[in-house]
């Protein structure tokens, strides 16, 4: 279900009153609502340490989507936070999807099914509704700018525009060596550089992270704005980008050695963050956010010191890449002694040829044995989430319902599981994966202009899209779906614990619980800003 505001409600016919200011230099807007949890996206809280580190003033609003089911408190919000102090108002959109109404219920597959693949979208409102609003952003402030940047930053320029949606400046890239300067630049009238791209003023920032001090610097340092709630589970990086080059992948910051110390945070720097979230703030749980978590055993090493350091007892999730592992099986303990309490394992295919093709370089028997070796060793206290994806190179429809089978029937080893259908976005233009760049490379015949392709066996999208289903309602069914991956992170948000989490099927999922959950953990961060906000 796909929520909208009513035709008869505008921004500018809402009666406001008026509210004393609290001054701020700059005003971020971030979400990370998904169908049945909630969590904390990292990139705002990151620049406004930035911003906070060079004496600013600095305000980040989570629950975006949310705000937007009251119109007339969300202008009082602003009316609030928006002051002739304000340079720039940003959307860190990575997370955004019009998706956001928590279920009614989860009945059955097609509802499941619903829930997974609701997409991510620049926009968790129609344009319309966000040109209003940034409209009225200036109108109480007409020097203030609105900024744009997050992953869709790259990919959705016609959704960017500024005559659709009221947008001045899409940012790509990392904006953590950029952010102060364009403030800076901002508050004293200087121009900002950029280029334009379809009616769009982008700026290109540090797309590749070498313009940052990541090991000295990286240090996120949340604020009382923030409003945790008790226990809360929040994102943490103590790496930047990835030393692989999978082929379906379209990240910008591939390939990068796995020992260059410029990508690592420094030992002391992440044993004061931890220290510093849980003194200030009680946090214990993080999702390490690494595009590789266990990319080197060395890393591992200093990230188990850094804990140490810290003196906190930490559990995490992070995303685990297998054949190193397997190559490297000392990692096992260490992440067993770290806190590591879910793993999301992208094992996308264990089918020989198909994995080579993309560039992992384990055989399927030795992930199986890998796995195995996990679990020996970690018990049942690490959920393991398997991602898979359905379409690759060499994939037939039998070979997917040969691993598909095995891993269905071993419940023991892995905990839950999401298999997809290949997407080939011809729409990324700036960091396309390596397959959608040159899909007959890899054996994909595509059509112009569409979506649609078919592999090197006669697969096509259509069938990879028939199999999934075909696979999730099995599973929906047999009760094999359990809650896992991002959802077993997000769902301890609204309070559920990890054991009762890892017990929990979908199809017996008690979605009204979880909406009031949810609706109170809205309802709470609201109030706490609000207070915030009126001292």
């Known amino acids: 279900m796909k929520w909208s505001f009513p035709h008869t409600i505008l921004l500018k016919d809402v009666l406001c009153v008026e509210s004393n200011h609290m001054k701020f230099d700059a005003v971020f807007f971030t979400d990370m609502t998904a169908r049945i949890w909630h969590a904390r996206p990292l990139g705002a809280y990151r620049l406004a340490t930035e911003l906070r580190d060079q004496g600013y003033s600095v305000l980040v609003i989570d629950f975006l989507s949310q705000w937007f089911q009251d119109l007339r408190g969300f202008d009082r919000l602003l009316q609030s936070v928006i002051s002739d102090q304000t340079c720039f108002v940003g959307y860190s959109g990575t997370f955004f999807s019009q998706g956001t109404g928590v279920f009614e219920s989860v009945d059955n597959v097609d509802d499941y099914l619903k829930f997974k693949n609701e997409s991510l979208n620049p926009w968790p409102v129609s344009h319309n509704t966000i040109r209003m609003i940034n409209q009225r952003i200036k109108k109480l402030n007409p020097r203030a700018k609105i900024f744009y940047g997050g992953a869709w930053a790259s990919i959705s320029l016609n959704d960017l525009k500024p005559d659709v949606t009221g947008v001045d400046y899409v ?40 313009n940052f001090d990541f090991a000295q610097k990286s240090q996120t340092q949340y604020h009382k704005s923030d409003c945790f ?9 103590t790496s930047r980008g990835c030393m692989f080059r999978c082929k379906f992948c379209s990240f910008p910051l591939l390939g990068r050695s796995k020992n260059d110390p410029s990508y690592h945070k420094h030992v002391d720097v992440l044993a004061r963050e931890i220290a510093n979230n849980y003194e200030n703030f009680g946090i214990t749980k993080y999702m390490f956010v690494d595009d590789t978590f266990n990319e080197s055993t060395a890393k591992l090493q200093d990230v188990h010191q850094a804990i140490k350091n810290s003196g906190v007892d930490v559990k995490f999730f992070c995303y685990i890449r297998l054949d190193l592992i397997e190559r490297f099986p000392e990692q096992i303990q260490l992440l067993a002694d770290m806190g590591m309490q879910s793993a999301f394992l992208g094992i996308e295919t264990l089918n020989a040829k198909s994995a080579r093709a993309v560039g992992k370089k384990s055989d399927p028997e030795s992930v199986k044995r890998t796995i195995e070796s996990m679990r020996l060793i970690m018990g049942d206290r690490c959920n393991f989430h398997a991602s898979l994806i359905a379409g690759l190179p060499h ?15 071993r419940d023991d080893l892995i905990d839950t599981f999401n298999l997809q259908p290949l997407s080939l976005n011809k729409t990324d233009t700036s960091w396309p994966s390596e397959i959608t760049r040159d899909p007959e490379k890899y054996g994909y015949t595509t059509e112009p202009n569409t979506m649609e392709w078919t592999n090197n066996t006669g697969l096509t999208r259509q069938d990879s899209e028939r199999i999934s289903r075909k696979w999730l309602t099995r599973s929906w069914q047999s009760g094999r779906l359990k809650i896992g991956g991002f959802d077993i992170v997000g769902m301890q948000n609204l309070g559920y614990n990890f054991e009762e989490l890892q017990q929990q099927t979908l199809n017996t999922l008690d979605i009204a619980d979880v ?17 915030f906000l009126a001292k």
Not at 231 to 236: D, G, K, M
Not at 395 to 409: G, V
Not at 515 to 531: E, I, P, T, V, W
Request: proline share 4%; charged share 30%.
């Open 171 to 210: 940012v790509q890239g990392f904006a953590d060596s950029y952010i102060a300067d364009t403030l800076h630049k901002l508050k004293h009238d200087l121009h900002i550089p950029f280029s334009l791209e379809n009616n769009c003023r982008v700026i290109k920032y540090d797309v590749a992270g070498a």
């Open 229 to 237: 709630a008790p226990n809360e589970v929040l994102p943490l990086e």
């Open 395 to 409: 994939e037939s429809e039998e070979t997917i319902d040969d691993w598909m089978t095995w891993l269905h029937d």
């Open 515 to 531: 909406k009031k959950r949810y609706q109170d953990r809205f309802a709470n961060y609201q109030q706490r800003l609000l207070a």
